[in-house]
C-alpha cells in the first residue's frame, strides 16, 4: 500500500457494502437516496436506448453501464452556475442538474425537439440552461475548453464559476490532454479535470495506452495535485470531488482525479466486445457494480428493500417510457433551419445554398 493519492486508490464502500466508518462522508438519507435513484434513472434509459437502437430507431448510443457513479456524483455536487465538458460517458449530469429527459432523447434521435436541431452525432448532447457543452467526437478537444472556459471565468472575475472536464484513458494518449494539463498547472484556472479510467479505449487495453504507473501521477508532471479514487464507490467519488471541486471554487486551483471503473457493456452500439476481452474480465467487474454495491448499502441502513426497490424501477420506467413515446413524436428538423445558429448574418453564399435548398424537392420523412 502507498499513502501516495495518486498511486493508491481512495475506497470507502467496501464490496459488501459494509463502509470505511473513518471517511464515511455520511451523507443524509434524502442525498444517498437521490444518488440511487439518479444512477438506477440512467441505468434503464441506457437499457431502453439501447434496444432502439437496436430497433433502428436512432443510429448509435454509447452507455455509461459500470460508470454511472462519475457523473452522477458530479452532477449533484455541482452548482447552477458552474460548466460541464463531458466525453462520451457524462451525458446524464445534465439530467441529474435538471435538464428535461424528453429533450435530452430528442438529441439522440435528431428531431425537432433537439436543441441542437438535428446537426449533431447522437450521443452529442448540450445545454445552455444547464451550462453543458457537447463533446467533439474526435478524442480531446473538451479538455482544453473546460481549461480556456475556467480561465476565462477567472479574467472575467466570476470567482464562484467553476468547470469540470472528462476524459477517458484512451483520450488521455491525444495532444489537448497535455496541452490542457500543462495550461492547468501554468495557469491555475478554476477546473478539475477527471479521467474515467474503464480500461478500454475500444478495443485498446490500458496497459498499451501508458507506461505510467496511474494516470493520476501524470499530473504530479503538470504541476498539479493528482488522486486515484475508486470510481464505483459513490461515497469516496463524493468525498474527492467535492474536495476537488471546493478547491477550485476557492481559487485554489485546478485538480486531477482518476476514477477507477470499468466500461461493462460494448463502447457502443457499433461495437462488439467479445472480440477483444474476456467474459471472466467482465464478470469480475460485474461484481464491482457501483448500483449494487451502493444497494447493499442502503439496504443495510434500512433505506431501500425489495418493495421500495421494485417500485422505484416501475416508476422510472414509465418515466422513461413516456419520455421515449412523447421523443419519437417529433418530427424531422425543419430543413430551413440547417444553416442556423453558425454566423450572426448569414454570408451570401450559404444563404445562396440555403435557398436552393429551400426551392428542391422534399425529403421523404423519416419513419421512427
Ligand atoms: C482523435 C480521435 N481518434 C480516434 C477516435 C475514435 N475513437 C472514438 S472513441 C475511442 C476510444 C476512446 O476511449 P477512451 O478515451 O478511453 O473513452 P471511453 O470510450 O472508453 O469512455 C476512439 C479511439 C476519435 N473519435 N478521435
Known amino acids: ?51 432502439r437502437q437496436r430497433q433502428g430507431k436512432v443510429g448509435f448510443y454509447g452507455a455509461s453501464t459500470g460508470q454511472e457513479a462519475t457523473p452522477i456524483v458530479t452532477g449533484m455536487l455541482l ?19 435538471g435538464f428535461p429527459l424528453d429533450t435530452w432523447l430528442a438529441q439522440i434521435y435528431g428531431n425537432e425537439g433537439d436543441v441542437a436541431k438535428g446537426r449533431q452525432m447522437p450521443m452529442h448532447m448540450s445545454g445552455r440552461a444547464v451550462n453543458h457543452v457537447s463533446w467533439s467526437s474526435c478524442l480531446g478537444p473538451q479538455l482544453p475548453q473546460a481549461v480556456g472556459m475556467a480561465w476565462a471565468a477567472k479574467l472575467k472575475g466570476h470567482e464562484d464559476v467553476i468547470s469540470v472536464a472528462f476524459t477517458g484513458d484512451g483520450a488521455t494518449s491525444e495532444p489537448d490532454f497535455h496541452a490542457a494539463m500543462n495550461f492547468a498547472g501554468v495557469y491555475k484556472p478554476p477546473c478539475v479535470i477527471v479521467c474515467q479510467n474503464n480500461h478500454w479505449a475500444i478495443s485498446v487495453p490500458v496497459s498499451k495506452q501508458t507506461a505510467s504507473p496511474t494516470f493520476a501521477i501524470k499530473a504530479r508532471a503538470y504541476g498539479l495535485p493528482g488522486i486515484r479514487v475508486d470510481g464505483n464507490d459513490v461515497l469516496a467519488l463524493w468525498s474527492v470531488l467535492s474536495a476537488a471541486f471546493e478547491r477550485a471554487r476557492k481559487g485554489e486551483g485546478p485538480t486531477f482525479v482518476e476514477a477507477l471503473t470499468y466500461r461493462i457493456g460494448a463502447h457502443s452500439s457499433s461495437d462488439d466486445p467479445t472480440r477483444y476481452r474476456s467474459e471472466e474480465e467482465v464478470e469480475r467487474w460485474r461484481q464491482k457494480d457501483p448500483i449494487a454495491r ?13 418493495d421500495s426497490r421494485k417500485a422505484l424501477e416501475e ?8 419520455a421515449i413515446r412523447k421523443v419519437e413524436e417529433h418530427g424531422l428538423p425543419a430543413r430551413e433551419t440547417v444553416l442556423d445558429d453558425v454566423f450572426v448574418e448569414r454570408p451570401w453564399h450559404l444563404e445562396e445554398q440555403r435557398q436552393e435548398l429551400l426551392a428542391g424537392p422534399v425529403a421523404p420523412k423519416a419513419a421512427h
Not at 294 to 306: H, I, M, N, Q, W
Open 79 to 97: 452548482q447552477e452556475q458552474d460548466w460541464v465538458f463531458q466525453a462520451l460517458r457524462e451525458g446524464a449530469i445534465m439530467l441529474v442538474r
Open 1 to 51: 500500500m502507498t499513502d501516495d493519492p495518486a498511486l493508491g486508490l481512495y475506497q470507502v464502500l467496501h464490496d459488501d457494502g459494509s463502509v470505511d466508518e473513518a471517511h464515511d462522508p455520511k451523507l443524509d438519507d434524502e442525498t444517498l437516496l437521490r444518488l440511487f435513484r439518479h444512477m438506477v434513472h440512467i441505468r434503464i434509459v441506457d437499457e431502453r436506448m439501447l434496444a
Open 315 to 322: 416508476e422510472i420506467t414509465a418515466e422513461v417510457l413516456e
Open 294 to 306: 451502493f444497494e447493499r448499502y442502503l439496504r443495510a441502513k434500512g433505506l431501500v428493500t425489495d
